[in-house]
């Protein structure tokens, strides 16, 4: 008989926000009940009753104790909140709870315990209140997992894209922007591509500027950060081709002309991605030595706790990082 695969690690979100409902509502159509899920009794229990739910709630204290069984929900309890926070609003127990079940799910893909992790949202402001200082999911993993090189990448049907900045501002993104940073970001989307088969990628890289700067005309980046960077790229066996404007770029992925787009900031990477439709769209984070995935959407604090919530991109993220740990 072969040996059941490691259960996949499934992080609670932001209490206040979908996430217990997208993880509660995906498991019940998933087949395969080889889950575990880091957060809160009091949160799960009350999902379970809200959304109607037929599950039996394991709540654990260790992977030794779960029960894999159909219609089964283990919960290794990562916070016990004393009471439930409202549905739609910031706090620090929101953010401390979302926290540790974050830090508590990469303890566990470091041990190899799981076969890798998928997040549900976060609320960057919860966090903020509970004295957590970091932006987003990708800096928590960076620190905890001591993978100081990772990426973002986000994909739909069509698309692949890495980004070269995360979560700063505009300006903060120009200035964080060197031919080093470009360079490794470059070979995580080729690494990227070959996650998923592709075995000799094509690297589209997208211009800061637009019309890729117009030969200095409209900005130097292209000339002295991204040209420098393919180049270095490509003398490592890289197919890494560009800059090319960031208004044509996705539009010929889409068409099949390249692998991966790198993009230069948030927005740029992620407008192409969202334009077709938020249940499509996954995150991976590249650099890191286990599977992580998560949706594309925030936490959608608007519809928190009406049962309205779509769980499609979250069934998208479970199924990618399933088919990557294979």
């Known amino acids: 008989m072969k ?8 992080t609670m979100g932001d209490p206040s926000g979908i996430g217990p409902e997208i993880i509660l509502k995906s498991l019940a159509v998933l087949k395969n009940n080889n889950y575990l899920i880091l957060g809160d009794p009091l949160i799960f229990e009350s999902a379970i009753e809200r959304f109607g ?8 204290k260790s992977l030794s104790e779960a029960n894999f069984k159909s219609n089964v929900v283990n919960l290794l309890i990562t916070s016990e909140l004393t009471k439930k926070p409202n549905f739609g609003e910031t706090s620090a127990e929101s953010g401390k709870a979302s926290f540790n079940a974050i830090v ?10 799981v076969s890798g992790i998928v997040t549900a949202p ?10 957590v200082n970091f932006l987003g999911h990708t800096e928590i993993l960076s620190k905890y997992s001591g993978s100081e090189k990772v990426a973002m990448m ?16 505009l300006v903060e993104a120009i200035q964080r922007i060197s031919v080093q ?18 075995k000799d990628p094509i690297i589209a890289v997208a211009a800061l500027n637009p019309h890729a700067g117009e030969e200095g005309l409209f900005g130097n980046e292209e000339k002295e950060i991204i040209k420098p960077a393919i180049k270095l790229a490509i003398e490592q066996g890289i197919d890494a081709r560009g800059p090319f404007p960031g208004d044509t770029v996705f539009m010929n992925a889409k068409m099949g002309k390249f692998d991966v787009v790198v993009a230069q900031y948030h927005d740029q990477g992620l407008i192409p991605i969202k334009y077709n439709g938020i249940e499509d769209g996954v995150n991976i984070t590249l650099g890191l030595d286990f599977i992580r995935t998560s949706t594309d959407h925030g936490t959608a604090f608007d519809i928190a706790g009406k049962g309205v919530a779509s769980m499609e991109s979250f069934i998208s993220a479970i199924k990618l990082a399933q088919r990557l740990s294979l």
Do not use: W
């Open 3 to 10: 040996n059941k695969p490691q259960p996949l690690a499934i």
């Open 53 to 60: 739910l037929k599950f039996e709630l394991n709540k654990i």
């Open 104 to 113: 508590e799910a990469i303890k566990l893909a470091k041990l190899k315990k």
């Open 122 to 131: 976060i609320n960057k402001k919860s966090l903020n209140l509970a004295r």
């Open 154 to 169: 986000l994909l739909n049907k069509d698309i692949k894209t890495v980004l070269v900045t995360l979560h700063c501002s």
């Open 181 to 198: 940073k470009e360079f490794e970001v470059i070979k995580l989307a080729y690494k990227g591509a070959q996650m998923f088969g592709i």
